[in-house]
């Protein structure tokens, strides 16, 4: 009489390479979700990045005045002649009204880069991006870099802003940088 079964080691080999293998395919797997993690992240900065800059160089580019600010005690104030030309804010005037404009600043207390609109009717503001670790973004320069201490409307935004991204499960802390230059089209 013949057997028609496995042996016990057979099944034991064939047990174990299964194993083996779906160990690997498991492996794989939360490999790869691990880099869509890490590249998902760094996309949305990415986006977020292009967004903001976009819409901030458009309001630049079509304002009828820009000035780089000052905050104290939460107002904004634009910088005087004479003083250097860097701040925390930048206010941005769309009109000749001085009643609607867009200000854009870091604010230190919870580090976040915020956006507020402020028409005749209400006022407006949302957070842009948290966990900033400069102060001051904003600086007025010449054409050649060399940062101004007037209002002249001819020169350069330059914008820096540097944040991280705290560590998260998986995946560990890294920081960013933002830097661009705009300014406002002639008429």
Not at 104 to 109: L, P, T, W
Not at 119 to 125: E, H, L, V
Not at 148 to 173: D, S
């Amino acid at each position: 009489m013949t057997d028609k079964g496995f042996t016990l080691a057979e099944i034991l080999v064939a047990m174990a390479v299964f194993m083996l293998m779906l160990a690997g395919i498991l492996a794989a797997n939360l490999f790869g979700l691990r880099m869509f993690q890490v590249n998902q992240t760094k996309l949305n900065i990415t986006t977020w990045s292009r967004q903001t800059v976009e819409k901030m160089a458009t309001e630049v580019h079509s304002c009828n005045r820009v000035l780089v600010c000052s905050i104290t005690n939460g107002l904004f104030a634009g910088l005087l002649n004479g003083e250097t030309q860097q701040g925390p804010a930048l206010m941005i005037y769309p009109s000749t009204n001085d009643y609607t404009y867009f200000v854009y600043f870091v604010n230190s207390a919870d580090q976040t880069f915020r956006q507020t609109v402020a028409t005749t009717t209400a006022t407006n503001t949302v957070i842009l991006a948290d966990s900033v670790t400069n102060t001051i973004p904003f600086t007025a320069q010449d054409f050649s870099g060399k940062v101004l201490t007037n209002n002249l409307n001819n020169r350069v935004i330059h914008f820096t802003l540097e944040f991280y991204q705290p560590a998260r499960f998986l995946q560990g802390a890294d920081y960013y940088r933002l830097e661009t230059a705009m300014t406002r089209r002639a008429e």
